[in-house]
């Protein structure tokens, strides 16, 4: 069983341009989850998608937006890019909404973004 | 507002030695908290899951227990391996169906 998977690996913009990242769940799941993880700040919640809508939504700005297609690939898109946005994206699945209510999170290995 | 804290940032050990890593959260309206690893540049792997109900969790030499009511979870990992060094992140899941993480304990197993 494939694991999750997101891509690019790994990513260069330029500040005030706009990026794609894309996330495929587990097979079968449904929930897909969107974090940020830097080194001031830790790992922190962006939004979760389940059957194509958003269900929940972190702290973050309007430039941070996402999606979900009918297949369960999730894309999180970030527009005018800061510096403040390198980071490392992680995208985690799980078979039910609400992701970590009676079942475990599965997490892909994460794009890093640097923006220069 | 949920806040996880873990404690120590960073550990060094030598090989064979047992050890304890602690996450404390404020808020102890948690569905259940989770303990993962992360490699360099890698994602996280779930170690283990303890639901709310639940005191403790077992997986080969690692043993998480729980206690809401204090808002802390420790992670015991028994004998130590170089291959145990990475990062160790404890997630508590709220009730609002968001992922809190902590900053991460750093270990270091030295052979």
């Known amino acids: 069983k494939a694991g999750v998977t997101q891509t690019p690996r790994y990513l260069i913009k330029t500040r005030g341009q706009q990026v794609t990242l894309s996330c495929s769940p587990i097979s079968g799941h449904r929930s897909v989850s969107w974090y940020q993880q830097t080194p001031g700040q830790g790992l922190q919640f962006l939004f979760e998608?389940?059957?194509?809508?958003?269900?929940n939504k972190g702290n973050f700005p309007g430039r941070f937006s996402g999606r979900q297609f009918s297949n369960s690939r999730s894309e999180m898109n970030v527009s005018t890019l800061e510096l403040g946005d390198s980071a490392l994206y992680l995208c985690?699945?799980?078979?039910?909404?609400?992701?970590?209510?009676?079942?475990?999170?599965?997490f892909g290995q994460g794009t890093r973004l640097t923006v220069v | 507002k949920q806040e996880v804290t873990q404690i120590p940032a960073a550990l060094s050990v030598p090989e064979g030695e047992n050890l304890v890593l602690n996450c404390s959260f404020t808020?102890?309206?948690?569905?259940?908290l989770q303990w993962f690893r992360q490699d360099p540049g890698k994602g996280l792997t779930s170690l283990l899951l303890?639901?709310?109900?639940?005191r403790e969790q077992t997986s080969g030499r690692l043993n998480a227990s729980l206690d809401k009511s204090s808002g802390r979870s420790t992670l015991y990992i028994a004998a130590s391996q170089p291959g145990d060094s990475a990062t160790y992140l404890c997630?508590?899941?709220?009730?609002?169906?968001?992922?809190?993480f902590g900053a991460g304990t750093r270990l270091t197993v030295k052979p």
């Open positions: 303890i639901q709310s109900s639940q």
């Open positions: 985690a699945s799980s078979s039910v909404p609400g992701q970590g209510m009676n079942t475990e999170a599965f």
């Open positions: 997630a508590v899941f709220r009730n609002n169906n968001d992922m809190r």
């Open positions: 998608y389940f059957s194509e809508t958003q269900r």
């Open positions: 808020d102890s309206a948690i569905y259940n």
